[in-house]
């Protein structure tokens, strides 16, 4: 077994086709296959099924693919840290994000890298945030934003912000309701993604009450569209859909009687010695965060129910399963 055929691997492995990975590697076809069968000699299983068109991977050949693609990215990144000779940040770093944190944190944070660091390629990949866990474990990502994450050893977290949940409906006339409470939450159906519902019932807990939920959607886009058409009302963080309320196309309502709220962290796998690039994504994105909330993205016009930075020295205990 050697690198070769492990890179020859993944990359067939990827394409779905050794014919295809031929071409791209511009390697001949029967040497890929050759390096295949050498490696599903050594390791005494098969790891891929040959179809009339292309290939699918064996339980093995996936099982085998993870450890491959984690080697291949490690040494990337040692490759990266020793060009650079810590001198500038560059090389390559994998971005986690979520539907309603991508949206919202992403543009600020290229500009911020096109300025600050041109030299790191950033891929950037969208996930709930139970999966972005998942991600941060099996290195497959290097950094990413969680939210209300469990405690973990494998997993470091920084927090950054915590936001209030709100309750979304289409704008109306002046001197309508200004707010919202345990009461009206429990009656008025509202539609909102699985993790907030599980993180506003956990927190209403103490009041004995739950979220009335007409459906469950995990498409952040969907949510927003069916408000704007007045169709429902959504229960979601003040910060996703902040530009429709300061437009004034949707208007939003605090929870006057609970502190209903999510935390933003940013999450880092807790063994790893972060290379300079990934602190300078992570310097940025925490500088980003902090400036949208300076410009008021994660508090509600007026200053009801402003979010806080959250604390450094507790640890939230909240649903880990997020789509937000």
Not at 11 to 21: D, F, K
Request: charged share 25%; aromatic share 4%; net charge positive.
């Amino acid at each position: 077994m050697d690198l070769r055929g492990i890179r020859y691997f993944v990359q067939i492995a990827e394409l779905g086709s050794i014919t295809r990975a031929a071409q791209h590697l511009r390697v001949a076809q029967p040497a890929l296959s050759r390096h295949i069968h050498a490696l599903e000699e050594e390791l005494g299983v098969p790891l891929l099924v040959r179809l009339p068109r292309g290939v699918r991977l064996t339980t093995a050949g996936r099982q085998f693919l993870d450890h491959c693609q984690r080697i291949v990215r490690e040494l990337g990144r040692a490759q990266d840290e020793l060009r650079s000779g810590g001198a500038v940040a560059q090389g390559r770093v994998i971005l986690g994000v979520s539907p309603t944190t991508g949206p919202l944190l992403l543009p600020g944070v290229v500009e911020r890298m096109r300025r600050q660091c041109p030299q790191i390629s950033l891929k950037v990949v969208d996930g709930f945030s139970n999966q972005l866990y998942d991600w941060l474990q099996a290195g497959r990502a290097d950094v990413a934003v969680l939210t209300n994450p469990v405690n973990s050893r494998t997993v470091k977290v920084t927090p950054l912000i915590s936001e209030p949940v709100v309750v979304y409906a289409k704008s109306q006339p002046r001197g309508g309701k200004r707010f919202f409470t345990v009461a009206d939450l429990a009656r008025t159906p509202v539609v909102s993604t699985e993790a907030i519902r599980l993180i506003a019932d956990e927190q209403l807990q103490r009041y004995k009450a739950r979220v009335r939920v007409e459906a469950e959607i995990d498409s952040v886009e969907a949510i927003r569209r069916l408000v704007l058409r007045g169709t429902c009302m959504a229960l979601m963080p003040v910060s996703t859909f902040h530009e429709d309320v300061t437009s004034g196309k949707l208007t939003a309502w605090p929870i006057a009687d609970a502190n209903i709220h999510r935390i933003l962290t940013l999450g880092q796998q807790a063994d790893r010695r972060p290379s300079a690039a990934i602190d300078e994504v992570a310097q940025i994105m925490g500088a980003e965060v902090r400036a949208l909330a300076e410009s008021g993205v994660f508090s509600l016009p007026g200053g009801n129910n402003v979010a806080v930075r959250a604390p450094r020295s507790k640890k939230t205990r909240h649903q880990e399963k997020d789509s937000a």
